[in-house]
């Protein structure tokens, strides 16, 4: 069975600095897709970032990039220039083939003034 | 352009009363989800429909009960209400079941059982 592990439930960090949140999964497949998912305090679920497992270059976009190790079935998010509308939920998702989305059990993270 | 909406946002239910939540979505997605979000357990998918007239269970499908008659629609039933099925619940969809889709999600449903 599919599984997403993020081993680290609360987080926080200072304004403008750097955070790595981290994220395992289990898989048996050589091709799947990984995810990571931000919920505000308003509930909606929004798309940060995605990470196709057949590409090796670490997808990025704007202060969100990945590190994304295959061998070691790790997928952590960095945070770069942290802002205070960064505060929320992260989930780290991950499908294979046609399956559903399977979500790991989230991450809160504090950004502080 | 509405995207995914959800009614209602929110409900009380007493203990073996019955609901149904409706999700719609106006981008013309073959792959609608429900899923469930309690306190320290992520999103757990109850049900999916890969398309019109299709259904197919989640990793909690227990105590629901979906409906997909219109493509753009999918209905999510409690025929009667526990108090474990109080839960944050979101709807889903996504043009295809490819996992490179995104999936875009609705604003969520609080529904409390009492």
């Known amino acids: 069975a599919q599984t997403v592990t993020q081993s680290q439930p609360e987080m926080s960090v200072q304004e403008a600095e750097t955070v790595t949140l981290s994220c395992t999964y289990d898989t048996s497949e050589s091709n799947y897709y990984l995810f990571w998912y931000k919920q505000p305090p308003s509930r909606q679920m929004i798309l940060v970032i995605r990470?196709?497992?057949?590409?090796?270059q670490n997808a990025t976009e704007n202060r969100f990039s990945v590190n994304f190790q295959k061998a070691a079935k790790s997928f952590s998010l960095k945070i770069s220039d942290s802002q205070l509308g960064d505060t929320a939920m992260y989930f780290c998702a991950f499908n294979e083939g046609n399956t559903p989305l399977v979500f790991g059990k989230g991450t809160r993270l504090s950004v502080i003034a | 352009n509405a995207g995914v909406t959800q009614t209602p946002k929110f409900r009380v239910l007493k203990t073996g009363q019955s609901m149904t939540l409706l999700c719609a979505q106006d981008?013309?997605?073959?792959?609608m989800y429900w899923y469930r979000q309690d306190p320290g357990m992520g999103l757990r998918l109850i049900h999916y429909?890969?398309?019109?007239?299709?259904?197919a269970k989640g990793e909690v499908p227990d105590g629901y009960n979906v409906s997909r008659l219109k493509k753009q629609n999918f209905l999510l039933g409690l025929e009667s209400a526990a108090p474990s099925q109080t839960s944050v619940y979101f709807c889903a969809s996504s043009y295809g079941g490819r996992s490179s889709y995104e999936q875009y999600f609705g604003p969520g449903t609080r529904l409390t059982v009492t």
């Open positions: 981008m013309n997605h073959e792959y």
């Open positions: 990470q196709e497992a057949y590409k090796q």
């Open positions: 429909s890969v398309g019109e007239g299709t259904t």
